[in-house]
C-alpha cells in the first residue's frame, strides 16, 4: 500500500493569501456597492513595455516559420539571454560571473523552493522572521524543519532571525549555539522591504565562509534599490562566489509575473569537498526541468536592450513613486513606515498595538483597502502590516487618502 | 558546515543523449564534408501551427495592453484551458474528469519528475525497463532506489519489468513477492513505441486496486494512436480514478518542445486514507510553482480550437508518414522493427547480435545516421536502437535509404 510524503501533513493550513481572498470575498459580497483598492500581493499592474512585447512578437514569428523553429533548449538556457544578464547584472557591477554559471528558470519562485534539494536532509537552515514563506515550507515538505509549534507558530528545527524595527529589520548572526548550514536571505526584503548595506551583506559573506554555511540570496526586488551603498548583487562581496548562490526574477523589474522568468547563479567555485552544487543543480535542472520557453527567453534579452532598459526605468519609477506617495503619507499621518526606498514594499507598525490581522479587518471594512497582515510571514512580523507600490497611482493615492481619514 | 544530497553522487555519470552529442561532435569534425541526419533525440522539426502562432501573437497583445494585462495565474493554470482538456481530451472520450482535476504545468519532465515529492520515501518503485530516464532518476535524487549495481546496471529497490520482442513490449505484473507501491507506466511508450490494449490496461488498474499501487502514467505520446482499442487515457479503464494520476504533454501533439505546456490529472477520488493526493500536488504547486505563462496558456487553448485541431492532425499525419516509411523500409530490409504504428518511434532490433552502441557507431561512421542505443534506457534495450519520426521526410527517406545500403 502505497504511503505519502507525511512533511506535507504537518505544514499548517495558514494560506496567507487564500485567508486574505476569503475575507475580501466576504466583505464584497456583502458591500457589492464598495470599490475595494489592493495594495496586497505583490503583483505588478503596469503592461509589458514595448521592447518587450516586440521581442515576443519576433520569437513568435520565427516559431512558425520551419527555418527558425527552436525545439527544446539548451539546458541552462539560451546563451543570448545567459551572456546579456552576465553582461549586464554582473560584470557591468564588476562581479565576475560567467554566461556559464547562470541557470535560466521559469522564476525565482521555484528556483528558492527547489534549490534545498540539492542538499543533506540534516543541514540546519537559518531565516529571517518575517519571510517569504516559500523558504521554510519547502524545508518542511523536505523533512528539514522538526515539529511545529504551533503556538509559537515556528519550526523545532529552523532558525529564526527576528527583524523588527530594534534591529532596523536586519538579522543578527546566530548566537556560537546554533549555526545554520543553509542562510535564506532576501535583500531588498520581502515583506519589509528593509535593504542591509554592502559592508553589512559582507559580515555575513564571512560568516559564511568561517562556518562553512551557503548563503541562498534571493536578489528578486534589486531593481527597486537607489541607494549608493546597497548591494544589487551578493557577488560585490569579497569571498561570496565561494559561498553563495543568489536567485533573480524578471518578474518585479519587468513585469514578468504572468511571463514567468527568473535565474539562479552558482559559481564554479561553491563547492562542498570536490563536488560542485553548479553540477548538482545542472544535473537536477537536466533531469527535472526542461527549460523555459524560446519565446519567453528572447522577452528577458530585450529587458537588456537600450529600448528595453529605457522603458523598464520608467516602469520602476512608476511604481516606486506610489512607494513614496505611501510612504511619506502614511508618515505625515502619524504612522511608524520603513521599506519603500529601495523596494515596492512599505512595512508599518499597527497603530495602538493592534494586531495584524485587526488592522487588516479594519482597513478592509472602514476604508476598503486590502494589504497583508505582517503576522502571515511570521512571528516577528505581528503588530506589522505590509503595503506594495504595485498598484496603479490613482488608486494608490486614493489608497492612502482613505487610510488617512481613520483616527485612532 | 554544509553537506549535499549524497543521493545525487549515486547517478551513475551516463548522460545518454551528451555521450551521442560528443559522439557525433568527434565525427563531423573528423569529417566535415559528411551531411549527418539525425533521428535520435525526439524533438520535433515542424514549426508552430497558424492557429497556434495566431493564439500567442494576441495574447502578446494582451499582456501589453494595461486593461489586458495579467500579472500572476491561478495556481492550477487558467480555467479556459483546464475546460478545454477536460471537454476535449477527457469527456470526449467518455472520462468522467473535472476541470479542476487537471494541474497546467510546464511539460510532462517536471511533472513526472516532481510527482515523487509527494510520496514516502519507503515507497517501492516500479518501472518499464528500457525506460525514460527521468522516472528512475528523480527517484534516485530522492533517496528512493537504494544502491547501484553498476555491472547489470540497476538499482537494488527498484523494481524492473523487462519489456522486450519475447512479451511484445509490455510489461508484466510484478510477482508475489516483490509488489510495488508506484508503478510508471508510458503509454505509447517511450522509447520502445509499443503499446498495450484496453483491457492490458484494464489488468494493471485492478492490479494496483488491489495491491494499493498508484499507477503514474504517461500519456505524453496519446495523440499518435491510430488504433482503435488503444487507450488514450487511463481513466477508460474502470476505477483508474481511485488509483492513477495521468501526465500529458502538448511538445509531441502540437510541437511545444520549446513552448513548454502540459498537465497533470489528479482525480479528487484519489486518496491515501483520507488524505487526497489532489490536495498535496496542488500544495506542491502552491509552494514551488508559479504558473505557466498566460501566452503559453492560451497557445495551448488554441491546440483545441477547429483551426488548430485540423493543423495538429497534418501535423501528426506528417510525422507518422514518416514513421510509416522508417517501418516499412526496415522491415523490407530484413530487420527486426516494432512501434511506429501508434507512436513516433521506431525500435529495431540490431542485427548481427551487435551491440546497441556498436550497431549506433557504425550507422553514425558508415552511413552517416545518427539515432539512439537501446541500452541507454535500461539493460532490457540492450541489441535495441531507436529511431524517430520527428525529422523532415526528405531526411527521413534518405536516411533509411542509407541504412538500406548496409550489409551485415
Known sequence: MFRINENYIKLPGSYLFSTIGKKVSVYSTAHPDKKIIRLGIGDVTLPLVPAVTEALHGAVDEMGNAETFRGYAPDLGYEFLRKAIADNDYRARGCDIDADEIFISDGAKCDTGNIQEIFSLDNRVAVCDPVYPVYVDSNVMAGRTGTYDSERETWSDVIYMPCTAENRFAPELPGESRTPDLIYLCFPNNPTGATITRAQLQEWVDYAQKKGAVILYDAAYEAYI?????????????????????????????????????????????????????????????????????????????????????????????????AKYIFNGLKEAGYTVSGGVNSPYIWLKTPKGMSSWEFFDCLLEQVNVVGTPGSGFGPSGEGYFRLTAFGSYENTVEAVDRIRTLQF
Open 226 to 322: 537607489s541607494e549608493e551603498d546597497v548591494p544589487h548583487s551578493i557577488y560585490e562581496c569579497e569571498g561570496a562566489k565561494s559561498c553563495a548562490i543568489e536567485f533573480r526574477s524578471f518578474s518585479k523589474n519587468a513585469g514578468f509575473t504572468g511571463v514567468r522568468l527568473g535565474f539562479t547563479v552558482i559559481p564554479k567555485e561553491l563547492k562542498c569537498g570536490d563536488v560542485s552544487l553548479h553540477a548538482l543543480w545542472a544535473r537536477r535542472h537536466g533531469t527535472k526541468y526542461n527549460g523555459a520557453p524560446y519565446i519567453v527567453q528572447r522577452a528577458g534579452e530585450a529587458v537588456y536592450s537600450e529600448a528595453g532598459k529605457a522603458q523598464l526605468k520608467e516602469q520602476v519609477a512608476y511604481y516606486m513613486k506610489n
